[in-house]
């Protein structure tokens, strides 16, 4: 088991649960009779290729976002209690946007209509969220808010759909509640990831593998950049369009098809913004395989070099990073194995939000210390730390099951 070193304080998914619990009891007068949680992830290696047809290598963090909630007699709507944004809101259950309602609750909406069109209908409730993900830090919160609620819908209803088309009906959520056209990296990770693993996913086939990662002499650590830059959205359909554009260049249905080689034969006849953003989704597709065979053979010098090539490719073909995300993974990069860095790269879609390193648990806490330190002396910005071992998916935390046999 990877040891917890916390630089950043949480609390831990049943105090979670019980404070969720007791908001609820506490705002709507009756007990929950319905827990759900969902975790946030954190991606090793392989980004931006999910909505190419590519490989993908996350984990689920030991942070989550809760549901505690309970049918209601009557009404046309669910009332929810977000603690995060401390804000109350009654969703209409007929299908169709709701204008009028902040967009945090675009999400739920979202689920509500896929989980809807699959004929399990959405019934009345009530229910209170609470969570430990951080928000807009690139953890996946949004993915971790779907699937929280898609496994309430489930435990209230009593229906359940297989775990990927529940992580493929959080997507569409996301695709339609939110307009965000993400691949289906988080929604897959905080389904079906499992504790003590990394998840070696192939988005095309939609294929998991689970590769060990419990050598307690490694941690993952997370550093949250803590900016965001609003340009996202915009950025990443565009990204997104990039690589269709640069795939038809190429004569292939999807980048995953496309090889280095192919690439190179093209390059004189490529746009050099296609080239580029090419180049990335082929390298990083090679390097997450890469990775994840180096890992299961305990070959860790290796995978921090492909975390590093995978940082720079992001940076300077992907252009998806930003200067403080850049200083952070500079600042561990210099530190080096010497002083237990192994390697180090931002994670999720970028332009803000944290970078992913794997560190050696002796050093993990001192190294932590350090790239804080000089990343606020250069930035003026406070970043937050915390590690996590490989954590478990989703699930029904009330009524819990009963022990069969
Ligand atoms: C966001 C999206 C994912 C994935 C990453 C980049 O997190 O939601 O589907 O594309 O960006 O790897």
Request: contains cysteine; hydrophobic residues 40%; charged residues 20%.
């Amino acid at each position: 088991m990877i040891v917890q070193v916390l630089v950043e304080k949480t609390i831990s998914l049943d105090d979670l649960a019980a404070r969720a619990a007791a908001t609820f009891a506490n705002q709507f007068g009756r007990p929950a009779r319905f827990v759900t949680a969902a975790p946030g992830r954190v991606n090793l290696i392989g980004e931006h290729t999910d909505y190419n047809g590519g490989f993908v290598l996350p984990m689920a963090i030991d942070r989550y976002t809760v549901v505690a909630a309970d049918l209601a007699a009557k009404g046309k709507v669910a009332r929810i209690l977000s603690c995060t944004v401390d804000e109350q809101v009654e969703i209409p259950l007929r299908k169709g946007k709701a204008d009028a309602l902040p967009v945090w609750t675009s999400y739920i909406r979202g689920v509500l209509d896929a989980y809807d069109g699959e004929g399990i209908r959405p019934v009345p409730f009530d229910g209170v969220i609470d969570s430990t993900v951080p928000l807009g830090g690139g953890l996946s919160s949004s993915a971790a808010l779907e699937v929280a609620m898609a496994t309430l819908i489930e435990a209230m209803s009593g229906s359940q759909v297989t775990p990927v088309r529940k992580a493929l009906l959080c997507q569409q959520a996301e695709h339609e509640g939110a307009g965000v056209p993400c691949g289906i990296m988080d929604q897959f990770s905080s389904v079906l990831c499992q504790a003590g693993h990394l998840m070696l996913l192939d988005c095309r086939n939609q294929q998991t593998k689970m590769v060990p990662l419990a050598d307690p002499n490694y941690t993952v650590l997370i550093i949250n950049s803590n900016v965001k830059h609003e340009l996202t959205g915009g950025e990443y359909a565009e990204r997104r369009q990039q690589c269709e554009a640069a795939a038809a260049a190429l004569g292939v249905e999807s980048l995953r098809d496309a090889t280095t080689q192919t690439l190179e034969q093209h390059q004189s006849r490529m746009e050099s913004i296609l080239y580029r953003r090419a180049r990335h989704v082929i390298g990083e597709i090679h390097r997450t395989t890469c990775a994840a065979e180096a890992i299961g053979t305990a070959r860790w010098e290796e995978v921090g070099r492909l975390m590093f090539a995978s940082h720079a490719s992001l940076r300077d073909d992907y252009e998806v990073s930003c200067a403080e995300l850049d200083i952070l993974v500079d600042l561990a990069e210099r530190l080096g194995s010497e002083r237990g860095v192994i390697g180090s790269r931002m994670t999720g879609g970028g332009f803000g939000g944290c970078t992913v390193s794997l560190v050696q648990t002796s050093a993990a806490q001192e190294m932590a210390e350090a790239i804080c330190g000089a990343y606020q002396k250069e930035t003026g910005i406070e970043a937050t730390a915390f590690s996590t071992p490989p954590a478990h998916g989703a699930k029904i935390l009330l009524p819990q099951a009963t022990a069969r046999n």
